[in-house]
């Protein structure tokens, strides 16, 4: 019988990767896998003042590239259905 453990995100039991030495909490499955970085990230935000302050300034540079009244304007050219309910409603 080969060694399980029990995953983390969804608490399934789940068949042990041999290559792994350390307790391993999550499986090879997508969901899983973005439970385990999004963890990681929030960890990190929450002791690293320098991953928050790269968080921050990617946030400023993607702002600077995208302007509140072109995304509006991309928004309403990829949804035309919104654009003519909202003429309607008029």
């Not at 995100?9 to 999550?26: A, V």
């Not at 935000?45 to 995208?66: G, H, L, V």
Request: contains cysteine; charged residues 35%.
């Amino acid at each position: 019988m080969k060694p399980t453990f029990i995953r983390l995100h969804c608490g399934q039991d789940y068949e042990r990767n041999p290559r792994i030495k350390k307790g391993q909490q999550y499986c090879n499955a997508r969901k899983c896998q973005n439970e385990r970085i999004l963890l990681w990230k929030r960890k990190k935000y929450a002791t690293s003042e320098d991953y928050r302050e790269q968080c921050r300034q990617w946030q400023i540079d993607w702002w600077k590239k995208r302007p509140v009244d072109q995304y509006q304007k991309e928004y309403r050219d990829k949804n035309s259905a919104y654009v003519m309910r909202n003429c309607e409603l008029l």
